[in-house]
């Protein structure tokens, strides 16, 4: 595409030549029928597909001088993936609805495209269709689908007293990202990126679900938020050891510059889509997974506890709170 034609309004050109051109752009990937029917038709050899969707909203989930389009791309195609690959499933296809104000360069649909395919590819999925609206703002609502290959769904509300509670991906960089990009800084740049473009560890959800996990979700609104919906779900006691949380060096360093607890970060910071799963003790635990706490019984209400204590100061992410 000519650098004319990038900078040339998606008004001027129109709905099915941007589609066309979207189209010759990534293909249809491994789908029976890709883009340009009314609808995709994917294989799911297992029978059943696991289904999730999320909407992105310009000014609440991204904002256009902190991310590029490609980095918006890959994290809204991220944030589904990473649920689907949470009930076990292996991510396959992505559908993605976009509005876009008519004065939207080609370009940047074009760079959007190309950051929602990239991350399908790191997951292993393929993009296979979506619709275009205008409207004053950038908003993506995507939908992932997933296929079980034979393992049961890994639910919230599995798990059960005396089981472990194990992570395995990053916590608290996006948040800390959010942070620096918040007080006018572009450093330091390994999580101003994980705020731009998380990676989930989307083989995790599966590797925990062929280890008997028996609960399990990603963490996109913070870690006690999201293990409140397995406690609650499940009806137990979830206490993390503040001890075993994994704290990386970047996220350490960037907390100290601003005299903030990194663990303000772990434990309430989102965006990150990490795993985290139950499992009961005897289970073979993937080496993806640290082990940060355990599950109780619950003796009156359930919720999650920090080395026995409710926090809720670090209730996570609310769009409506």
């Known amino acids: 595409m000519t650098e004319l034609a990038r900078g040339a309004k998606i008004s001027d050109i129109g709905e099915h030549v941007l589609i066309e051109?979207?189209?010759?752009?990534?293909g249809s990937g491994d789908a029976m029928v890709g883009i340009g029917d009314d609808a995709a038709v994917i294989a799911t050899p297992d029978g059943r597909c696991a289904v999730s969707t999320d909407v992105y909203v310009q000014d609440v989930h991204f904002r256009l001088n902190w991310s590029s389009a490609h980095d918006v791309g890959r994290r809204v195609a991220a944030a589904n993936l990473a649920d689907v690959a949470a009930m076990g499933a292996a991510p396959r296809a992505l559908v993605v609805g976009l509005v876009l104000p008519p004065e939207t360069e080609v370009g940047w649909v074009m760079d959007f495209t190309d950051g929602i395919a990239q991350e399908c590819e790191s997951a292993g999925a393929f993009l296979v269709g979506g619709d275009f609206s205008s409207g004053p703002m950038v908003v993506a609502s995507a939908t992932a689908l997933g296929d079980l290959q034979g393992r049961d769904p890994v639910l919230r509300s599995g798990a059960a007293p005396g089981d472990l509670v194990a992570v395995a991906g990053r916590l608290g960089w996006a948040a800390g990202g959010l942070a620096v990009l918040s007080r006018g800084?572009?450093?330091?740049r390994k999580l101003v990126a994980a705020h731009r473009s998380p990676e989930p560890p989307y083989l995790a959800?599966?590797?925990?679900?062929?280890a008997g996990a028996s609960a399990m979700l990603?963490?996109?609104?913070?870690?006690?938020a999201d293990l409140g919906h397995i406690a609650a779900a499940s009806g137990v006691v979830v206490d993390i050891e503040s001890a075993d949380l994994p704290i990386d060096d970047p996220v350490r360093e960037a907390a100290s510059a601003f005299t903030m607890d990194p663990l303000v970060w772990v434990l309430a910071g989102g965006d990150d889509h990490a795993m985290v799963a139950t499992f009961a003790r005897e289970a073979d635990i993937p080496h993806?997974?640290?082990?940060?706490?355990?599950?109780?019984?619950a003796s009156g209400d359930?919720?999650?506890t920090v080395d026995?204590?409710?926090?809720p100061e670090l209730r996570g992410f609310d769009h409506f709170a």
């Not at 051109?21 to 990534?26: K, N, S, V, W, Y």
């Not at 959800?205 to 062929?210: E, I, K, Q, V």
């Not at 990603?218 to 006690?224: A, M, V």
């Not at 026995?308 to 926090?311: I, K, L």
């Open 185 to 188: 800084f572009s450093a330091p």
């Open 302 to 304: 359930f919720g999650v």
């Open 218 to 224: 990603d963490i996109s609104d913070g870690l006690l």
């Open 21 to 26: 051109a979207i189209e010759r752009r990534i």
């Open 308 to 311: 026995g204590e409710s926090r």
């Open 288 to 297: 993806d997974f640290t082990v940060i706490g355990m599950v109780n019984e």
């Open 205 to 210: 959800g599966a590797l925990a679900a062929s």
